[in-house]
């Protein structure tokens, strides 16, 4: 009989973990897109335009099929305009200083940076939206705003000016930690709820992203100095920056969520 209960649970947690991972799947259908052009148009380059035209032009077509389906509201379309300029700035600036590189042509380039690149910030912002619509995520105990934006504040300036002054990220990781120590995200899976520390949540989607950048990186999506001569592993300490940019999207989407819950009161 324990037997039997046991192997039943054993399914039971199995299919759970399938139909999170399908949900989580779907929630990622913008990325697996820029990924799959990325393999595209580095082996069958296309003609009449540099690659990274055409990138930009997959990235707006997708993000216009998305709203025309009704897989992204108008209201998540103008928070992932608002990551599209976060993330162009921030490339502007990185390129600036010698951070990484985009060494094809284009036309659609600004200083070096091919427009096509604010669409892989924001496809954080569209994961991010994706799975709290999808998993029905509610916040637990969630800090105060003048806590919250104070913070993302502070860590997306770091991303600048440690170019010139010290590197706070594991000074402001440690605040991530005291600010959220008692928070915790709330999500559903085929009807059960499941929760999970808020911290562990940003450590597990910065590594998945650092994956996806070195996936990314393989198909010429950028390049890093490292890599000029042949393709390397990004460094593992490239987590804790895209550890501290999800923290960031997620603070970004969770106050503006908060924020709309509320007027909708």
């Not at 450590?203 to 000029?228: C, D, H, K, S």
């Amino acid at each position: 009989m324990n037997v039997t209960i046991e192997k039943w649970r054993q399914r039971s947690a199995l299919k759970q973990l399938l139909l999170f991972g399908w949900e989580q799947a779907l929630s990622c259908l913008f990325p697996v897109v820029i990924f799959a052009s990325l393999a595209v148009t580095q082996y069958f380059p296309l003609p009449f335009l540099p690659r990274y035209d055409w990138l930009l032009l997959i990235c707006l077509f997708m993000q216009w099929m998305m709203v025309r389906s009704g897989m992204e509201t108008k209201d998540e379309l103008k928070v992932i305009t608002l990551f599209h300029i976060i993330g162009l700035a921030l490339e502007l600036f990185k390129v600036h200083m010698g951070s990484w590189s985009y060494p094809e042509e284009g036309y659609s380039k600004i200083f070096g940076v091919p427009l096509y690149s604010g669409f892989m910030y924001a496809s954080v912002a569209i994961f991010l939206c994706q799975a709290w619509r999808r998993l029905k995520v509610e916040l637990i105990k969630w800090p105060p705003f003048w806590a919250v934006v104070p913070l993302a504040f502070a860590i997306y300036l770091n991303f600048f000016t440690h170019h010139y002054w010290i590197d706070l990220r594991w000074w402001l990781s440690g605040l991530v930690l005291i600010v959220f120590w008692k928070s915790w995200v709330v999500y559903v899976v085929d009807g059960i709820r499941y929760r999970m520390p808020l911290s562990l949540s940003f450590v597990l989607i910065g590594f998945f992203i650092w994956i996806a950048e070195n996936i990314a990186t393989f198909f010429g999506a950028w390049q890093y100095p490292n890599q000029r001569e042949a393709w390397s592993l990004v460094h593992l300490g490239k987590v804790s920056s895209w550890l501290l940019l999800v923290i960031v999207s997620f603070l970004i989407v969770a106050t503006l969520k908060q924020v709309k819950g509320k007027s909708t009161e």
